[in-house]
């Protein structure tokens, strides 16, 4: 099956939106496709700001209204403690929502963004979404990362080379409580390093510390610009390290 073929078998969806390369595409796709697509994006403390305005951006260009939906994800004890599969229970919060207000906005199937180079296996949050019988058309068509890149390209979209972003929450260890505070130093630092010109990398939190994690091409720069990065990240971090190692998911 092509997503032509979904969106014909799937003439009304409702899609969980992020803003991201894979979702943005789905949503493209969609609309080309002339379907009743109604796109949600859940704003939450793990999701930044630039993320909202991207999302708002790309249904504007596309032409598609987009709902935001707000909601206190620390207000969850299971999320809030941070264990291992954290992201089922957060994933279970979020897309019952998505799917509560879908439903009442007269939208039975939800999709989601997860493409074919994504591995489902036995993670959390794809655990959540089987559960709750969230559809994955790009995943379910073959389609790949790399693809939905090539294909977001030559559509015009400006999210084709936008690198992978996962949520604030993943910035903090495992097993370490999760606070709002913490979130928005992780946030606002993060953003120091966006306007440095650094477009794929994190800062997670290690006691109490930034370590900052870039990808190997920037590695050298980044030790050259110490003093400037020291100097940004002042204002919410004590400490800040480089870790040696790099990049992680």
């Excluded at 704003?43 to 790309?58: I, S, V």
């Excluded at 939208?107 to 993670?123: E, K, M, P, Q, W």
């Amino acid at each position: 099956m092509n997503l032509t073929g979904f969106f014909k078998e799937n003439p009304k969806i409702a899609l969980g939106f992020s803003g991201g390369v894979d979702s943005s595409y789905l949503l493209y796709a969609a609309a080309q496709c002339g379907v009743d697509i109604k796109p949600y994006f859940i704003k939450t403390a793990f999701q930044p700001e630039f993320e909202l305005e991207d999302a708002r951006r790309f249904a504007k260009q596309v032409g598609v209204e987009l709902t935001v939906i707000s909601h206190e994800i620390l207000s969850h004890e299971e999320v809030v403690k941070n264990p291992a599969n954290r992201c089922y229970y957060c994933k279970t919060v979020l897309f019952g929502l998505l799917k509560e207000r879908a439903v009442s906005d007269g939208y039975t199937v939800l999709i989601d963004g997860t493409n074919a180079s994504d591995d489902v296996g036995d993670r959390p949050g794809m655990r959540a979404l089987k559960e709750m019988q969230v559809r994955s058309p790009l995943r379910e068509c073959g389609l790949t990362k790399m693809e939905i890149r090539c294909l977001s390209k030559e559509a015009g979209l400006f999210t084709w080379n936008k690198p992978a972003y996962a949520c604030l929450a993943t910035r903090i260890q495992t097993g370490t409580g999760i606070e709002a505070e913490m979130l928005k130093k992780v946030e606002h630092a993060e953003e120091e390093l966006f306007q440095m010109g650094y477009t794929d990398f994190r800062v997670r939190v290690f006691h109490g510390a930034a370590r900052l994690q870039f990808q190997p091409e920037d590695m050298m720069h980044a030790i050259e610009k110490r003093k400037e990065i020291r100097e940004r990240l002042a204002p919410w971090f004590d400490t800040v390290l480089l870790d040696m190692k790099g990049r992680e998911p």
